[in-house]
Structure formats: C-alpha cells, structure tokens
C-alpha cells in the first residue's frame, strides 16, 4: 500500500513565527492521521525553523527548488548539499512556475532530479498542462512528454522513491479544482506510464494532485484509485484547513 502524503507548499510567504506556528500544526494533525505523511516546503530562509519546529515528530521539511550544479559561481543558485545541510529531506523540481517563469526545460530538469538524487533528496517531480493544451485534448501527449526524463537509465533504479505531483495549471492559485473524474483520468495516464518502467516502480511511485485544494475538494479527490496524496497551495498557510485536507486523507 502505497502511504498517503499531503505536501504543502508555502511559496514565498510566511515568516519565522508563521512557520514556527505551522509546523507545530502538522504535527499536531500527524499525530491524529498517523496513516498520512505530510510535508512541508516553505521558502529557503525559513527552512532551519521549519526543520527545528519538526523535530521529534514526522513531519518533513524540503526545498520549494535546487540548482542543477554542486557548486561555483551561480549568484542566487542553491545546492543540493546546501539543502541537504539545513537538515530538509525533500525537494520540489519541475513546478509550473517554474517552468513558466524560469524557462525551466527537460534538460536542465534533468540535472536538478540527477543532483537531488545523488545527495539523498526525495523528489516530488511536478508535471501538468495549460487550460489550452486540456481544450485541445493533448493533455496525455503533455503529461507523456514531461515525464519522458524519467525513462533516462540513470535514473531507473531510483524511481522507487520519486513523487509524482499533477498540477493542471488551470488550477493552480484559481480556484478551479479538476474534479475528481478528471484528475483520476490523468493519474491513471501516470500510472500507466510508470508501469511501461516496472511494475515496482508503478507500485511504489506516489502521484499526487496539486491545484487549489481545499478541505471541500479533498475527499472526492483522495477517494479516487490512483491518487495518493496532494500538494497543497493556499490553504497550506491555514493551520486548520490544512489539518482537514489531511483528516480527509485519513
């Protein structure tokens, strides 16, 4: 059985106090829905607290990004080590903001998954598609090609612990949540992909469905056969809101 995991992701919002504040939260919640995971990913400054926060409970703490090189002159970059350092387990690679604002393309997706993996990151490797590439019904042909990374050889006999999060971008920050008959349809997509990688690896791997989760969404969403989780924006900022997404997984 594959655990669910609910994965907040804080943006860049929130400081010191607020972070302190949430986490104590999740813990919280965790302890209530130990049959759920849930993680954290508040902006790189606010790591440190967050970690300090988490400890002694379950909760885990990643980076929202990583750079694709270990070390050198990249003003603004951060390592995987450097992440890795502050004492966070996770990290987010492939985000539709970044990938829209950054120009974030396979290629160097490819060098943040590879960096991630060889420091002892788990990632949770975000795809989705645009409102126009849904309308004009390529949203398997979308979803096939971001994932096409995964089948490089190096990457095969780590894929057993990779996240999958699928964020239509349609639905992230505007309150239009896939139902969950339609995010199902793509998770099954997912899944039928990793399955052409191994049987082990599509019994392993973790999909969930990110954009504009709330506590309302959730249980239709997490009773779907194929999705194992959310990455939660917005109301990942509300102790209580985010404590109920997680009680429904449960």
């Given amino acids: 059985m594959r655990r669910i995991l609910i994965a907040g992701n804080w943006k860049m919002n929130g400081d010191r106090a607020l972070a302190k504040t949430l986490v104590q ?148 920050g505007t309150g239009m949540s896939a139902s969950p008959e339609q995010a199902q349809a793509v998770h099954a997509h997912i899944r039928g992909l990793l399955t052409k990688l191994g049987a082990r690896i599509s019994g392993s791997v973790r999909i969930l469905y990110g954009g504009s989760v709330t506590p309302e969404s959730a249980a239709g969403l997490l009773a779907c056969a194929d999705i194992d989780g959310a990455l939660v924006g917005g109301a990942s900022l509300k102790a209580d809101a985010f404590a109920a997404i997680a009680a429904a997984a449960n």
């Avoid at 270990?70 to 995987?80: F, H, I, N, P, R």
Wanted: net charge negative.
């Fill in 25 to 172: 939260a999740c813990a919280q919640s965790q302890q209530s829905n130990p049959q759920v995971d849930i993680a954290v990913f508040p902006p790189f400054p606010l790591i440190p607290e967050a970690v300090a926060a988490a400890a002694g409970s379950a909760v885990a703490v990643g980076a929202q990004d990583l750079s694709a090189q270990l070390k050198g002159a990249y003003t603004g970059e951060v390592s995987a080590p450097m992440i890795h350092e502050t004492g966070a387990s996770m990290v987010l690679i492939g985000h539709s903001e970044r990938r829209q604002r950054h120009q974030e393309g396979p290629e160097l997706l490819t060098e943040k998954l590879k960096q991630a993996l060889a420091e002892g990151l788990s990632p949770i490797f975000c795809i989705g598609e645009s409102l126009q590439q849904r309308e004009q019904e390529r949203t398997e042909a979308v979803i096939s090609q971001q994932l096409s990374i995964l089948s490089k050889p190096e990457f095969r006999s780590q894929l057993a612990d990779l996240v999958i999060a699928y964020e239509p971008v349609w639905a992230i």
